[in-house]
């Protein structure tokens, strides 16, 4: 069979049930191999949405993403969705058209270096060569993009090799010698670290995306519950431990709550579960938890002591260790009341700086109330994505996330037009969710475009843009550090967001009345097809409490 | 990394005791040597990982082993100006990257290949050929007005040589850079 027919079994192999791309030149013979290949695939109107479209889909089933583009400029619209799913962790399988191999390196119509381009930002990449190679190829992409620590994997594939006749066997054995991800961690360790945690008088386990990657949050609930451990998570953790629950704290870091950030600064102990001590949790890196002692777990021993030196390391699964570790810890049988002290230290703070914001006394609605309304809308049963700035933050601390792969955001890379597209990829694949997407009107532009697809689909996302006129984050940090000094900042009444969505075949509203708002969601919710939602909030709000970047945690304003 | 107290004890570990393992510059000159999957890319994908640090590498050599399939590639760099463990555990995520020691001096046999072009005529060229006795270096070429010397050994042999020739005029020297083989009955 032809090789693009051979990659269409190899995805069907790989229980692949829809793609997200656009087809071009050099990919000609993959798209003619969906005619008649049985697959599901979505038409995306710019690569970019493909990407974070597969994303989008990863986070919300822990299945692997597929995306497809052709060559040249199709394969560099999706850099930003293979770097942001190299910088979060997501399984997604990149599939690039290339020229012809007798065009590669003279500058051919729609060559781009896509191998040397991305070099930096996959887990890993697949040069085809021979077209003998693709399906092993394209197996060991998603055993890659699978194990271990997820993450990105392209595959190029030059047109003429695409086309070539071969021989097709499925391929059972992947064979990767210089890959063995540990998984289980060292038992002595593990000991180590049950030790250390029964000696701990004021112990926090911080939680991060790889609790939720390894599908490891029964085995972390079950773990800090086992004594009375206060738990916090990082942005991308939100959801492993359910909120809200006596034993959590709420999100640490830059606009993280007080009770979290004060723990993890007076902590003896801290045990850090899937989570890369990033500058946006750590703050400034020699006054970070000064009081503390660190055990660290992740399936990636590059993380471990990477910014904070670990004390207990260990390398492995955070599933197989937190179950390992509850034995080993539940075996030394700690006294309880040892934490009865750090607790009420905890309940003070809990008290006295618990997230409020000063609501509005008229009509007006203001950006966190937004939030909270979207939770009365939903009832907490959604799954919520979003874009990146003041939006993210506040729907990250006023939304109580229950459940893991309910929150679905671009944490590293800080991708802004991320939100719509992932909405669309989760709906695809959990069709029987709700998936709202909380957009701000600066970053909801970037990939307005798959409103589009979404219509044409029949994907019923629910986007709900926050919309205050501003690139409402860097407004803030030019408000309090570049003294109010506004620099293209305003994006004032462009575009009308209503219109907007009904020239893309949505479905368009516009809510400003505070007082009816929740009622008004639960009828965009309800109603079908994709909805896009214009909501008028407070134009200059600020994200608190709030760490300035650089500073420790105790430093917290706002 | 060092961790005190016995993990099979049932003794609480104290905190105080515990010592972090470290992430520092370890203050001497590193010898990688790094057994890959002979592919195309895994040059770059290494390289790569030095240059997005600001990393500077000082030696490169890259040559097949006694298995067609897999390649060796030997790199030096500068402890004392990086701190290259982070790197090292990089390069260990690499998936064609099949093994990785960080060479301990003493422990290893490393050698590198230099090519000396010296101005030189008939009266200097009896002392030259004195000096390369010396460092039992090899003439492999000579003309009315010039000398090419070979030599092996270790960096600091080869360096030595250089500073020993280039008064009469060092015309132009070519280095090939380290390669190294751990001492004893194991395999590097």
Known sequence: ?558 | MSIVGEPATKEPLSLEDLQASGNLRSGRKHVLSILVENKSGVLTRIAGLFARRGFNIDTLTVGPTDDDQISRVTLTVDGAIHPIDQVTKQLHKLINVLKIRDLEPADTVARELALFKISADGTQRGELMQITEIFRGKVVDVTKRSVIVEVTGTTEKVEAFESMVRPFGLIEMMRTGEIAIARGRGET
């Open chain 1, 1 to 558: 069979m032809r090789a693009v027919d051979a990659v269409m079994e190899c995805l069907k192999a790989e229980g692949v049930d829809v793609v997200f791309g656009l087809p071009g030149g050099a990919n000609l013979p993959t798209y003619d191999a969906f005619v008649d290949g049985g697959l599901r695939h979505i038409l995306v109107r710019h690569e970019a949405g493909g990407g974070h479209a597969a994303e989008g889909y990863a986070k919300a089933t822990g299945r692997v993403g597929v995306a497809f583009a052709t060559s040249g400029p199709g394969a560099t619209n999706l850099i930003t969705p293979i770097c942001d799913a190299m910088m979060d962790s997501v399984p997604v399988v990149f599939i690039t058209g290339q020229v012809r191999t007798e065009l590669l390196g003279t500058d051919g119509f729609q060559e781009a270096d896509t191998i040397g381009i991305t070099m930096p930002i996959v887990k890993h990449s697949f040069m085809i060569q021979d077209p003998l190679e693709i399906p092993r190829a394209i197996h060991e992409a998603f055993f890659l993009a699978r194990s271990g620590r997820p993450g990105p994997v392209l595959v190029d594939i030059p047109q003429d090799l695409s086309r070539a006749e071969i021989p097709y066997e499925p391929v059972a054995d992947v064979r990767l010698p210089g890959y063995q991800p540990t998984l289980e961690g060292n038992q002595k360790q593990i000991r180590q670290a049950a030790k250390a945690l029964a000696a701990a008088h004021r112990p926090v386990i911080y939680a991060g995306g790889g609790v939720v990657n390894a599908n490891a949050s029964d085995e972390l609930v079950e773990f800090a519950t086992s004594d009375r451990f206060p738990v916090t998570c990082t942005l991308m953790g939100l959801g492993a431990f359910p909120a809200p629950h006596p034993q959590w704290l709420g999100m640490l870091g830059m606009h993280g709550t007080r009770a979290a950030n004060y723990a993890m600064d007076e902590a003896d102990l801290i045990c850090a579960v899937g989570a890369r001590f990033d500058d946006r949790v750590t703050g400034k890196l020699s006054e970070f938890a000064p009081n503390a002692k660190f055990i660290h777990i992740d399936v990636d021993p590059a993380e471990i002591s990477k910014n904070i030196p670990a004390h207990i390391p260990i390398v492995g699964d955070a599933k197989h260790v937190l179950a390992k570790l509850l034995v080993e810890y539940r075996a030394l049988s700690a006294p309880t009341d040892r934490l009865s002290e750090w607790w009420q230290r905890i309940e003070g703070w809990r008290e006295k700086y618990p997230l409020s914001f000063e609501d509005s006394t008229d009509t007006e609605i203001k950006p966190q109330y937004m939030v909270q309304a979207l939770y009365e809308a939903t009832g907490g049963d959604a799954i919520i994505t979003s874009d990146v700035g003041q939006h993210q933050m506040w729907t990250a601390q006023h939304y109580d996330f229950p459940k893991p792969r309910r929150w679905i955001n671009s944490g590293g890379l800080g991708t802004m037009g991320f939100g719509l597209p992932a909405a669309m990829g989760a709906a695809v694949g959990c069709p029987e969710m709700t998936v709202c997407c909380i957009a701000g009107d600066g970053s909801v532009q970037m990939n307005a475009q798959e409103l589009a697809t979404c219509a044409q689909e029949k994907i019923p996302i629910k986007v709900f843009i926050m919309n205050n006129g501003y690139l409402g984050m860097v407004r803030q940090w030019q408000e309090l550090f570049w003294d109010g000094r506004y620099s293209h900042v305003e994006t004032g009444d462009y575009p009308d967001f209503v219109k907007l969505a009904e020239a893309y075949g949505a479905t368009g509203m516009r809510f400003d009345d505070k007082t009816t708002l929740v009622e008004d969601m639960k009828r965009a919710i309800a109603t079908d097809g994709p909805v896009v939602v214009d909501v008028k909030v407070t134009r200059e709000e600020n994200t608190y409490p709030m760490i300035p970047a650089g500073q420790a945690a105790r430093e917290m304003v706002g």
